[in-house]
T-cell receptor
Framework: NAGVTQTPKFQVLKTGQSMTLQCAQDMNHEYMSWYRQDPGMGLRLIHYSVGAGITDQGEVPNGYNVSRSTTEDFPLRLLSAAPSQTSVYFC????????????FGQGTRLTVV | DAKTTQPPSMDCAEGRAANLPCNHSTISGNEYVYWYRQIHSQGPQYIIHGLKNNETNEMASLIITEDRKSSTLILPHATLRDTAVYYCIVRARLGTDKLIFGTGTRLQVFP
């Protein structure tokens, strides 16, 4: 099983550019989420989805959009990148919302200049 | 979600048991204790979880005090590959899943 796959692994953007971070899982998990991790800090929840067609905001949603058209995919869109969005982004999935074990991707390291 | 408190860092000799404490004095009755770890910028990895009984799996043991206000994650024979940041998280099992990570404990296993 591939598990949770994130692409790209690295990305450099200019301020104001837009891009989409991809996240796909092949475990038929209903619940998916996006986190960001900044140096010296824990992970902070950006957005999450409890199933296809349903999304909601986490702790730090501003500047990011998500959609969930399929069970497998949960892309994260940066509409107009800012230097404050320089971070490592992790996607996670679990079988259902209250499930105990979340599987994380390997992360996307984003730099906005 | 209940707040957890962990020491920022700990050291452990290779082959010895690593005991990582976590305080969660405001935990409510329906909240579980979860442990994850993150090895050098990789995605976090689930380790173990429990409600009130002690739990053990192939990776670790979890000891929860009787009043549930604190817990200890035990790695029985730490190896260099166990060097990581360990996160203690409390959350309700049912309902919307929000894994809220703190800053964790950085465990350094030395030879």
């Amino acid at each position: 099983n591939a598990g949770v796959t994130q692409t790209p692994k690295f990305q450099v953007l200019k301020t104001g550019q837009s891009m989409t971070l991809q996240c796909a899982q092949d475990m038929n998990h209903e619940y998916m989420s996006w986190y960001r991790q900044d140096p010296g800090m824990g992970l902070r929840l950006i957005h999450y989805s409890v199933g296809a067609g349903i999304t909601d905001q986490g702790e730090v949603p501003n500047g990011y959009n998500v959609s969930r058209s399929t069970t497998e995919d949960f892309p994260l869109r940066l509409l107009s990148a800012a230097p404050s969005q320089t971070s490592v982004y992790f996607c996670a999935s679990s079988l259902w919302a209250g499930n105990t074990e979340a599987f994380f991707g390997q992360g996307t390291r984003l730099t906005v200049v | 979600d209940a707040k957890t408190t962990q020491p920022p860092s700990m050291d452990c000799a290779e082959g010895r048991a690593a005991n990582l404490p976590c305080n969660h004095s405001t935990i409510s009755g329906n909240e579980y204790v979860y442990w994850y770890r993150q090895i050098h910028s990789q995605g976090p990895q689930y380790i173990i979880h429990g409600l009130k009984n002690n739990e053990t799996n192939e990776m670790a043991s979890l000891i929860i005090t009787e009043d549930r206000k604190s817990s200890t994650l035990i790695l029985p024979h730490a190896t260099l590959r166990d060097t990581a940041v360990y996160y203690c998280i409390v959350r309700a099992r049912l309902g919307t899943d929000k894994l809220i990570f703190g800053t964790g404990t950085r465990l350094q296993v030395f030879p």
